[in-house]
């Protein structure tokens, strides 16, 4: 399976203030996916990257609160802009595999205060 | 909307008992059901998918389309299964992918 380095792992940010996450994977894929788990929560998929085109969101996030760049087929970042407390979460990038499922990267716990 | 459920937050067995985690969708369409595991302190992984039909660490799960169902069942837990298990469905366009509340299981020594 893939192997995805995210960074970074955890921080904690004033609110007001943005952070953008990176997700690095060691082979081409067409199509990145982040994901956030609020605490207590499932996950829940934000947007889906493709590589060359507009990320693709969800009901109820937008780009201006997560802009997402996906500059080649290996790296997509995801920024969260002007934090509030509600946005502190887990927010992990996913890749697809053909053949061996989705994997993810290790996560990045934000906390905003 | 498709929509997966998994009933228990929690489940406690004790070592050597059979464990079943229970998932529940909701779609209209074909479905392709998976079971993540999360270990403590390490990242979402794979557990097994349906379309594989294998089993990975003792674990299977079988779709029942008739009861809309995609059970993960172990027949003797051990400690080391302790985890969150989440399940998750993607529907037939491969566009949309949903996951459960997840389960924690905690195997008791």
């Known amino acids: 399976s893939a192997v995805i380095s995210q960074k970074p792992s955890r921080d904690i940010c004033q609110r007001g203030t943005s952070l953008t996450i990176q997700c690095q994977v060691d082979s081409q894929v067409t199509m990145m996916f982040w994901y956030r788990q609020q605490p207590g929560q499932s996950l829940t998929l934000i947007a889906t990257?493709?590589?060359?085109?507009?990320?693709?969101?969800e009901s109820g996030f937008v780009i201006d609160k997560f802009p997402i760049s996906r500059p080649n087929l290996t790296f997509s970042t995801l920024t969260v802009s002007n934090m509030s407390p509600e946005d502190s979460s887990i927010y992990l990038c996913?890749?697809?595999?053909?053949?061996?499922?989705?994997?993810f990267g290790s996560g990045t716990r934000l906390t905003v205060v | 909307a498709q929509r997966v459920t998994q009933p228990e937050k929690l489940l406690s067995v004790f070592k050597g008992a059979p464990v079943e985690l229970k998932c529940n969708y909701s779609?209209?369409?074909?479905?392709?059901l998976f079971w993540y595991v999360q270990y403590s302190r390490q990242r979402l992984q794979l557990l097994l998918r349906h379309i594989s039909r294998e089993s990975i660490k003792g674990f299977t799960a079988d779709l029942n389309k008739g009861e809309t169902s995609f059970h993960l069942k172990k027949p003797f837990a051990q400690e080391e299964d302790s985890a969150m298990y989440y399940c998750?469905?993607?529907?037939?366009?491969?566009?949309?992918?949903?996951f459960g509340p997840g389960t924690r299981l905690s195997v008791l020594p």
């Open positions: 998750a469905l993607r529907d037939n366009y491969g566009q949309n992918f949903v």
């Open positions: 990257a493709n590589q060359g085109s507009e990320a693709t969101y």
């Open positions: 779609y209209s369409g074909s479905p392709e």
């Open positions: 996913s890749v697809e595999r053909t053949g061996t499922g989705y994997t």
